[in-house]
């Protein structure tokens, strides 16, 4: 079953965890890759490891938009990393998807997916390229840590717990 618009619209924080265990459907060349999720990470307004911290960009401008669109953003010139877009529109929020099902790490799981650069700013409820479901697997307990990779953040953003990880 796809998500529904509803379902995107909490907080980044509220989203990450629920995220778990739903999976990402993308249509490539014909066929429907999956990826069960099972890392997430939360990044909300005001907090300085957010792109949208300092305002509005092009880059960015995704992340304005209410819950269910795509934010995907090439990292280090050559990964590409996918998020979901969460709360109401014009308060920038996103959970980064950091994992699915046997591709650890947010570089290796958009690469499984085909997940590049031509998929930013969709909408995740009416696309027919990409999607997320809920295929009524139970919901995964999950452990909830720091984030990875944000040193250029202040020591509050670095220390939050908004990395969600299932526990298999």
């Known amino acids: 079953m796809r998500l529904d618009r509803d379902f995107y619209t909490k907080s980044a924080t509220e989203l990450a965890p629920l995220l778990l265990g739903k999976v990402i459907c993308h249509v490539w060349n014909g066929e429907v890759i999956r990826g069960r999720i099972t890392e997430t990470e ?3 307004p005001n907090d300085t490891a957010c792109h949208a911290c300092k305002g509005k960009t092009n880059r960015n401008a995704p992340m304005y938009e209410i819950g269910g669109f795509s ?3 090439l990292c280090y010139g050559m990964h590409f990393m996918f998020n979901v877009v969460s709360g109401d529109k014009d308060s920038p929020e996103a959970v980064l998807i950091r994992g699915i099902e046997d591709f650890n ?3 290796r799981a958009t690469k499984h997916l085909k997940i590049d ?6 909408d995740l ?3 027919n390229s990409i999607w997320l479901e809920d295929d009524d697997i139970s919901a995964p307990k999950y452990k909830a840590e720091k984030r990875i990779g944000i040193d250029y953040a ?12 299932a526990i298999t």
């Open 117 to 122: 650069k031509s998929l930013n700013n969709i």
């Open 154 to 165: 202040d020591a509050v953003a670095q220390n939050r717990l908004w990395r969600f990880i």
């Open 42 to 44: 939360s990044y909300m």
């Open 71 to 73: 934010y995907v953003y």
């Open 125 to 127: 409820v009416t696309s």
């Open 105 to 107: 790490g947010p570089g």
